[in-house]
């Protein structure tokens, strides 16, 4: 498999989480990750802000 070139690095700065983790996807799908790993990250990473998101905003 070819591995992705990077054509354009966008300077915009996520400010939730979920456009932070598609940031992240991008960069991931980019150095040629498998759709698998890729479905797990994006599945783990969401499992844990939803499940503790409450919480960090509740110890603030």
């Known amino acids: 498999m070819a591995r992705a070139r990077v054509l354009k690095i966008s300077e915009h ?3 939730t989480w979920e456009g932070t983790l598609e940031q992240f996807m991008s960069w991931k799908k980019a ?3 498998s759709k698998q790993t890729l479905d797990d ?3 783990h990473v969401s499992q844990f802000y939803n ?3 409450a919480r960090m905003k509740a110890a603030r």
């Open 13 to 15: 700065i996520p400010t």
């Open 41 to 43: 990250y994006k599945r």
């Open 31 to 33: 150095q040629g990750l």
């Open 51 to 53: 499940r503790y998101s």
